[in-house]
């Protein structure tokens, strides 16, 4: 049995509990990343409510922070 997972990179732990955008094929999460996982990101949005969202490391097309302004 083979695994068609896609591993995280280690390069994104750095990132935890930084504000950032998650960007798939089908479009754009924000939030702050709370877990990096072997397979997977979890990621606290808080838009319109206070929700927990884990995207498979497969579907991401890429991560970036996002800046606060003072």
Do not use: N, W
């Amino acid at each position: 049995m083979s695994c068609r997972c896609c591993r995280c990179p280690d390069g994104l732990i750095p990132l935890l509990d930084r504000r950032v955008v998650v960007v798939t094929k089908c479009g754009e999460i924000s939030g702050t990343l709370r877990a990096v996982g072997e397979t997977f990101l979890e990621i606290e949005e808080t838009h319109p409510r206070l929700q927990l969202t884990v995207v498979q490391c497969e579907q991401i097309c890429y991560v970036r922070t996002v800046r606060v302004h003072p």
